[in-house]
């Protein structure tokens, strides 16, 4: 995981990647925080995207971020 990134954007990666299937022959590429949907407040919302590649095909999955707290919950929002 990049350093420099915040506890809340290093938690929302974590919680993103375990969402990703368990499949061995995907590799994680990347993994980014889009830093336009920061959100300040009781609540920290945040789009994540992961890219992964499998058998020489690239996608990039979607999830957005809710994180309250310790409480971390990513929703899957697509995959491109």
């Known amino acids: 995981m990049a350093q420099g990134l915040s506890v809340e954007d290093q ?14 022959a995907i590799k994680i ?3 980014r925080v889009l830093p336009q949907s ?4 009781p609540q920290y919302k945040v789009t994540v995207e992961i890219d992964v ?3 020489g095909q690239s996608s990039t999955d979607v999830f ?3 994180r ?10 697509g995959v491109r």
């Open 11 to 24: 938690a929302c990666i974590s919680r993103a990647i375990e969402n990703v299937p368990n499949n061995p």
């Open 29 to 31: 590429e990347r993994s």
């Open 64 to 66: 957005n971020c809710i």
């Open 53 to 55: 590649s499998l058998v």
């Open 68 to 77: 309250n707290g310790q409480l971390t919950v990513v929703q899957p929002v």
């Open 38 to 41: 920061r959100a300040q407040g």
